[in-house]
């Protein structure tokens, strides 16, 4: 069965306050729509650890840096609905615009030192973007649990700064990245790839996981990304935004891995950009 779609709300609200009577949990899943197998793994997550499951999809432009982006974001509501009939979610939020920000909206919630490096120093604004919308969702839903993919590993992190910092009483559970056969992390961005980039996407995991081995061997940072950079440029990327290995906890930068490291990339590949990230 298709899950019924709110779009306002006090919509929401009403609904959430009958579950509340019963006794049930609420789980979240946050998304921005152009569902994929990535999200409906985040959905199952939280089917299977909360009473009722809420899929919010709302295209949030206030963390769109590039109005371009903003525009050519994929937007495929119905499909969207029909892909999570297999996830037995309760409901999907779908907040009209002025539901989010309604009129003389001024608040900004900006997370400090955590946004400041890898998609934070290439998109400016963009996280206090997320940061300010996640805030709005899970008390517009007042969910027990939030689920996000490891896929956005930075806001992983800085949506459980925020939640810790603001006293939100919502815990946030990390889930594993889904990707493609061929290794591509799947991501609703992989849909504006023509066939031909599609062929060369995966490059970039198959990059990352043959440094992680380079890595693992005991090779620093600063003697193999410039190989690994030269595969991605001859592959097509024709700009590599990032490419480190981070702490996974504070994200402060390494050249050695040492426990819980994780390696970092976003290329553009004829326009589209991706990001991936592994734990070494
Ligand atoms: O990861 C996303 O799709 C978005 O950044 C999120 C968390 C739904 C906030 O708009």
Same mark, same amino acid.
Not at 76 to 99: F, H, M, N, S
Not at 212 to 238: E, T
């Given at each position: 069965?298709?899950?019924?779609?709110?779009?306002?709300?006090?919509?929401?609200?009403?609904? /959430?306050?009958?579950?509340?009577?019963?006794?049930?949990?609420?789980?979240?899943?946050?998304?921005?729509?152009?569902? +994929?197998?990535? &999200?409906?793994?985040?959905?199952?997550?939280?089917?299977?650890?909360?009473?009722?499951?809420?899929?919010?999809?709302?295209?949030?432009?206030?963390?769109?840096?590039?109005?371009?982006?903003?525009?050519?974001?994929?937007?495929?509501?119905?499909?969207?609905?029909?892909?999570?009939? /297999? /996830?037995?979610?309760?409901?999907?939020?779908?907040?009209?615009?002025? $539901?989010?920000?309604?009129?003389?909206?001024?608040?900004?919630?900006?997370?400090?030192?955590?946004?400041?490096?890898?998609?934070?120093? +290439?998109?400016?604004?963009?996280?206090?973007?997320?940061?300010?919308?996640?805030?709005?969702?899970?008390? $517009?839903?007042?969910?027990?649990?939030?689920?996000?993919?490891?896929?956005?590993?930075?806001?992983?992190?800085?949506?459980?700064?925020?939640?810790?910092?603001?006293?939100?009483?919502?815990?946030?559970?990390?889930?594993?990245?889904?990707?493609?056969?061929?290794?591509?992390?799947?991501?609703?961005?992989?849909?504006?790839?023509?066939?031909?980039?599609?062929?060369?996407?995966?490059?970039?995991?198959?990059?990352?996981?043959?440094?992680?081995?380079?890595?693992?061997?005991? !090779?620093?940072?600063?003697?193999?990304?410039?190989?690994?950079?030269?595969?991605?440029?001859?592959?097509?990327? &024709?700009?590599?935004?990032?490419?480190?290995?981070?702490?996974? !906890?504070?994200?402060?930068?390494?050249?050695?891995?040492?426990?819980?490291?994780?390696?970092?990339?976003?290329?553009?590949?004829?326009?589209?950009?991706?990001?991936?990230?592994?734990?070494?």
């Amino acid at each position: 069965m298709i899950a019924p779609i709110e779009r306002t709300l006090a919509g929401l609200r009403a609904q /959430t306050a009958r579950w509340r009577k019963a006794g049930e949990t609420i789980g979240v899943v946050p998304t921005m729509g152009a569902l +994929h197998q990535g &999200h409906l793994s985040l959905a199952r997550a939280a089917r299977a650890a909360c009473d009722r499951v809420i899929v919010t999809i709302f295209v949030n432009p206030r963390q769109f840096n590039n109005p371009d982006d903003l525009e050519n974001y994929p937007r495929t509501e119905v499909d969207d609905a029909r892909k999570l009939e /297999t /996830t037995g979610v309760d409901l999907i939020y779908v907040p009209e615009p002025d $539901q989010i920000y309604p009129g003389g909206f001024a608040t900004n919630v900006s997370v400090h030192g955590l946004t400041d490096m890898l998609c934070g120093a +290439h998109r400016p604004g963009h996280f206090d973007g997320v940061a300010t919308v996640v805030s709005k969702l899970f008390l $517009q839903t007042g969910a027990d649990q939030a689920f996000f993919g490891e896929k956005d590993y930075q806001q992983l992190q800085i949506v459980r700064r925020v939640a810790a910092d603001l006293d939100i009483p919502v815990a946030i559970v990390g889930c594993p990245t889904i990707r493609e056969e061929d290794g591509l992390a799947m991501s609703s961005r992989n849909l504006l790839l023509s066939d031909r980039s599609r062929v060369y996407a995966p490059v970039l995991a198959e990059v990352m996981g043959d440094m992680r081995d380079q890595l693992l061997a005991g !090779a620093a940072m600063a003697a193999i990304v410039g190989d690994a950079q030269a595969r991605l440029l001859a592959a097509g990327f &024709h700009t590599i935004d990032y490419l480190e290995l981070r702490d996974g !906890a504070d994200l402060s930068l390494l050249d050695r891995t040492t426990p819980g490291a994780r390696l970092f990339a976003a290329a553009w590949l004829a326009g589209v950009r991706l990001i991936d990230n592994i734990a070494i």
